[in-house]
T-cell receptor, first 114, second 112 residues
């Protein structure tokens, strides 16, 4: 069974600085998708970024980028120029292409200090 | 375009009561799923469906039933509510093959 591990329950960053959130996963599949979701206090689940496993190039969305290391089964999220609005829970998720199931990690709470 | 709509947003039940959490999507997505979110445990998959008439169990299916009679609707039924089912419930939908899921706003359910 696939698993997703986020080993950092909490992280903090100063406004305008850069922070990296870690995620590792376990799978025997060769093709899959990986996602980072943001959950602010409003409880909404907001897609931040996604990565297709067959693509070697790391995905980027404005200030958000990933470091995808397929062999190491690692998928970290880098937030550059952190803003107060980035404070939220961040969830890493794995999607199996055969079953379409989405498996979540336990989340990392990010605090941003002015 | 409403996206994924969950009702109700909040509900308090007594142990042993039954109820149905409603989920509807207007994006013609084939894939729909239900998750529960508990503190420190992320989102865990309860049941999912890959299309009308097809459902399957996720990681934590006990105590819950689902059905998928139409593409748009995917209700979650609690048969006999227990305090352990106190949680926030999310419904999500997506096209197949790895495309991102769209989430509803969640239902906070408390079982006394």
């Amino acid at each position: 069974a696939q698993t997703v591990t986020q080993s950092q329950p909490e992280m903090s960053v100063q406004e305008a600085e850069t922070v990296t959130l870690s995620c590792t996963y376990d799978t025997s599949e060769s093709d899959y998708y990986l996602f980072w979701y943001k959950q602010p206090p409003s409880r909404q689940m907001i897609l931040v970024i996604r990565q297709e496993a067959y693509k070697q190039q790391n995905a980027t969305e404005n200030r958000f980028s990933v470091n995808f290391q397929k062999a190491a089964k690692s998928f970290s999220l880098k937030i550059s120029d952190s803003q107060l609005g980035d404070a939220a829970m961040y969830f890493c998720a794995y999607r199996n292409l055969n079953t379409d199931k989405l498996i979540f990690g336990t989340g990392t709470r990010l605090q941003v200090f002015p | 375009n409403a996206g994924v709509t969950q009702t109700p947003k909040f509900q308090v039940l007594k142990t042993g009561q039954s109820m149905t959490l409603q989920c509807a999507q207007d994006m013609n997505h084939e894939y729909m799923s239900w998750y529960r979110q508990d503190p420190g445990m992320g989102l865990r998959l309860i049941h999912y469906s890959v299309g009308a008439g097809i459902t399957d169990q996720g990681e934590v299916p006990n105590g819950y039933n689902v059905s998928r009679s139409t593409t748009e609707d995917f209700p979650l039924r609690l048969l006999s509510a227990a305090p352990s089912q106190t949680s926030v419930y999310f419904c999500a939908s997506s096209p197949p093959q790895g495309l991102p899921q769209h989430f509803g706003d969640g239902t906070r359910l408390s079982i006394l």
